[in-house]
């Protein structure tokens, strides 16, 4: 199947129109010793029946688990059948990006909608239309302190999700910055006295994350206040965003930039992606953050109307001077946030509660077991760190059950053995849990 | 319209949650007051409202589905349902990034051979599909240029980039380090090859260059190009936006550049969602893999498995493995289209702009009167002289007629540019209503230029106030 309408004789009818007597004319620019007969390595077309069938078999070749936990930057919750529904209209996910606004007023507006529940969420005032997932969002603010301000050092908590630590280095060394790894206390939260002996006038940024990559609760404020007298800029992530919907947001703590993955609002965890970066600000910084941004303004008529405004900050025109290359934004999965988030409303704060009530029941049945410790003290939100005497023996045997069990942290932190990242969401049900007990067992 | 949260009423709900089947508890006591927040001024709407709401909205946009979208260096073809529906099926869509690899055999064999089929459909060693978008593609490639020759112990400053290119290519060069130095298109529109001469010294790292350029037409003299780059060790950069206008007729592999980044989005046909997402791999010649990102993937037997262990690697750019979910659509429309139908989509895209250019030449100026590719650049400049009419009025008109506009003011080079991409899967007759309508146009600028000025008419704004919108931004809504 080609998807090209054209019948023979309409192919013949417009080359004649062009004034070719074949299509392969029309390439002659191409140098013939360049010309290819056959594209290699591509199998013979197929019927829409075969492609679905060729593709159902590759799904099938998945392993569907029962029962997810780990959560470590990607988290399973449950998708109202309302956001399928409307990002599923093609009139939305077949636009391109709305160039146009007369014939855009749709997407616009939705994402006018997305910036402004997300500048609530995140205590700030101004929010982008989405970066490309979490780490993308949280690393473009860390490069646009350090353009803003000329200086060149950005610190990094370790309890900062490691890929997007990962992520950070790799766009620090293309930078030409240096990153510098602040530690954490036996309680899970940032050393504010490491970050102390850190912060010195070549700081651009200061990066953390909370709910933390332990899944603990970081306290912002006074990390916001040693930062700001150093003359640098916190950046503050998040991990799951339905924790917005009860913790305290960063924004509300004074954080500069609040950052993170928002596909817990409405995204399937599609084996990582398509997710979206949330990007939001103080107000002070709008005329200079990355991606786009959707305004209102008015019609010739006097009616509020939606356009992409602040474009001058873009590469579009801006060009070599941009602070960021980055033009599209994940509009369909900031608009799957949007219905998600409107659908919820205040029962948000009820979804958020649920998910501390399963991780505590979790984390107590757990403790029952032998040997098995909690690794953190200080509070957390869906996730929690458990010492356990053998963590690739538990997970193994989860696995056997069709159960994904806790993240390894051990690979990322050596100091950390046998110990694992347990998530809670409403999807876990406490028979589910018990039956998690009765395995490990 | 109303704002969702104009339409918001205390105590309601679209969505319920559960009644907690494990023991619940004092949050306050257990978390501690000050982590905890007080407001969360969502909206509170009824779930017949909500849909009434984005249904509403949706009906306020234009996407392929409704009309024709010639949008210029977009390739706006149509994005096959069964793709969208493939997409969907719960093995592709269920699965957590962390999972064991041998519970994602299926997605690890699909990225695996996506990656084997687009090395065949462009003529490079390996592929990365990591990065999000197309300018993502172009970061990371650019980045291991950095590292290749940062490898090779020579530090080169320059990057350089034609006139025409997309503005993406000048801050993608500037955001790895390197200074950007414009090079001229010549009388063809397409690389000047003595100013080409004249710039590349042993300090300029690479070329970036789209071929077919952003003017739609193919750089003849590539041979020439890519001779001159490599003859003083530089590296040869290919932008893929304009893949759909070679695909299967030529590979830029062959033609001598070492790294190509590609728009899943564009040449694959996944849909663009409004502004994403997209996914731009980026595919290298074998000087450049041992720098690609990771993870990479791996095939053992008959088991596919991830490493990370590259000590030359520029790291990660994205978290996890890319847009997967965009991957398995444009996987399963290269295994619809086959080698033949990849090499047809290309042939058809051609023909359409080619047809386009030829019946629109006696009514607007052409850029370059020369064969294009997949796309055709006019300039509005005859109107703006005669009739004091702008591209941007001619294209607030083709609304009226029912057209999304194609791409406007880009490329740069060309004064009123008119960028038209109409791609394989539209019909003779839709070509056909659209020129109709471009010639009207055309007519009512000279005989009407007021009404043209006043375009869209039958819009739910009329034109807006991008002046007030930047001057006084209002990106978030307040209560009053």
């Excluded at chain 1, 799904?59 to 988290?75: D, E, I, M």
Aim: hydrophobic share 40%.
């Amino acid at each position: 199947m080609d998807y090209c309408p054209h019948t023979p004789d309409d192919i013949k009818q417009m080359q004649a129109a062009i004034g070719v007597a074949g299509i392969d004319e029309l390439f002659a620019d191409i140098p013939k010793k360049f010309r290819l007969k056959q594209i290699p390595d591509i199998p013979s077309a197929l019927s829409e029946q075969e492609t679905v069938s060729v593709m159902s078999d590759l799904a099938r070749k998945n392993k569907l688990p029962q029962l997810t936990l780990t959560g470590a930057g990607a988290y399973h919750h449950f998708i109202p059948a309302v956001v399928g529904h409307i990002v599923g209209r093609a009139e939305f996910y077949t636009a391109y990006t709305p160039y146009q606004a007369e014939i855009s007023q749709g997407i616009l507006q939705a994402i006018y909608e997305y910036q402004t529940m997300i500048a609530h969420l995140t205590g700030t005032e101004i929010a982008n239309a989405s970066m490309y997932d979490g780490a993308s969002a949280m690393i473009e603010a860390a490069v646009l302190c350090a353009k803003m301000s000329g200086k060149t050092k950005i610190i990094v908590a370790r309890s900062v999700h490691p890929e997007y630590r990962q992520v950070l280095q790799t766009y620090c060394w293309a930078n030409g910055y240096t990153v510098v790894e602040l530690a954490y206390m036996p309680s899970g939260q940032i050393d504010l006295n490491a970050l102390q002996n850190e912060l010195d006038d070549q700081v651009a940024a200061v990066l953390v994350q909370s709910p933390n990559f332990f899944g603990v609760i970081e306290d912002i404020a006074p990390v916001v206040d040693d930062v700001h007298k150093k003359g640098a800029l916190l950046v503050a992530g998040f991990t799951d965003g339905t924790s917005l919907g009860i913790l305290q947001p960063a924004g509300a703590a004074g954080a500069d930039f609040v950052v993170g993955e928002g596909q817990s609002f409405g995204n399937p965890l599609n084996y990582g992606g398509p997710y979206l970066g949330i990007f939001a600000a103080r107000e002070k910084f709008m005329r200079r953050i990355p991606g786009r941004l959707v305004g209102a303004t008015k019609d010739k008529k006097g009616r509020r109307g939606f356009v992409l405004t602040l474009q001058t900050r873009e590469q579009h025109i801006r060009r070599e001077k941009a602070t960021s290359n980055i033009c599209s934004n994940e509009a369909l999965c900031a608009l799957a946030a949007s219905v998600y988030l409107a659908a919820l409303g205040k029962n948000l704060r009820k979804l958020a509660e649920l998910n501390i009530y399963k991780t505590q029941y979790l984390k107590n049945k757990l403790l029952q077991l032998a040997g098995w410790q909690e690794v953190f003290p200080a509070p957390v939100y869906n996730e929690i760190v458990l010492r356990c005497p053998d963590s690739k023996k538990v997970n193994e045997k989860l696995k056997n059950e069709g159960i994904i069990g806790g993240y390894e942290l051990q690979k990322d932190y050596p100091e950390l053995e046998n110990s694992l990242l347990f998530c809670a969401t409403e999807m876990v049900s406490k028979t589910g849990i018990d039956r998690v007990v009765e395995i490990i067992k | 319209m109303e704002l969702i949260f104009e339409i918001s009423k205390p105590g309601r709900s679209a969505a319920d949650i559960s009644e907690s089947d494990v023991p619940v508890f004092n949050i306050e006591d257990a978390i501690g007051k000050k982590y905890l927040r007080n407001d969360l001024d969502l909206p509170e709407v009824a779930e017949i409202d909500l849909i009434r709401h984005f249904t509403n909205l949706s009906r306020r946009n234009f996407g392929i589905d409704l009309g024709f979208y010639p949008l210029g260096s977009c390739t706006m073809k149509y994005n096959p349902k069964v793709n969208e529906n493939i997409a969907a099926m719960p093995g592709f869509t269920g699965l957590h990034p962390y999972v064991d690899v041998e519970s994602a055999q299926g997605n690890l064999q699909l990225i695996y051979e996506m990656q084997k089929y687009l090395c065949g459909i462009f003529g490079m060693a390996e592929f990365t599909l990591q990065p999000a978008a197309g300018a993502h593609g172009e970061l990371t490639g650019i980045m291991m240029i950095k590292k290749y020759f940062e490898k090779k112990g020579r530090k080169r400053r320059v990057i350089l980039i034609p006139d025409a290119a997309h503005g993406t290519n000048p801050a993608s060069g500037a955001l790895c380090g390197f200074d950007t130095v414009e090079l001229r298109s010549n009388s063809e529109g397409g690389v000047d090859i003595e100013h080409l001469q004249s710039l590349m010294t042993e300090d300029v790292a690479a070329l970036m260059l789209t071929n077919p350029n952003t003017l739609g037409l193919f750089e003849r003299n590539i041979e020439k190009v890519a001779q001159i780059i490599h003859d003083k060790g530089g590296l040869l950069y290919g932008d893929g936006a304009n893949a759909n206008a070679f695909m299967g007729k030529t590979r830029p592999g062959d033609l001598g550049f070492d790294v190509i980044q590609l728009n899943l989005h564009k040449t694959f046909s996944t849909p663009h969602g409004g502004g994403g997402p997209g996914s731009g791999p980026v595919g290298v010649g074998k000087a450049l893999i041992d720098f690609l990102p990771v993870p990479r993937i791996f095939k053992t037997g008959d088991k596919y498995s991830w490493s990370e262990k590259f000590p030359d690697t520029i790291g990660r750019v994205r978290s996890f493995y890319g847009n997967f979910n965009v991957i398995v659509k444009a996987y399963a429309y290269i295994r619809s289209l086959g080698a033949e139908g990849l090499k047809r989509a290309t042939e058809m895209a051609v023909l359409n702009a080619n047809y386009i250019k030829e019946k629109l030449k006696p009514y607007y100026d052409l850029s370059y009167n020369r064969g294009c590719m997949h796309e055709c650049v006019f300039s509005g400049k005859r109107q703006v002289a005669e009739n004091g009419v702008h591209t941007t009025d001619i294209a607030k008109m083709l609304i009226d007629y029912g057209y999304h506009p194609p791409t406007i003011y880009f490329p740069l080079i060309v004064p009123e540019a008119i960028m038209i991409e109409p791609t394989e899967t539209e019909s003779k007759e839709t070509l056909d209503t659209f020129c109709e309508a471009m010639i009207a146009i055309a007519r009512e600028a000279k005989e009407n230029p007021d009404g043209v000025k006043n375009a869209p008419l039958t819009t739910p704004v009329t034109r807006l106030d991008e002046v007030l919108a930047a001057r006084k931004p209002d990106v978030c809504w307040k209560k009053t």
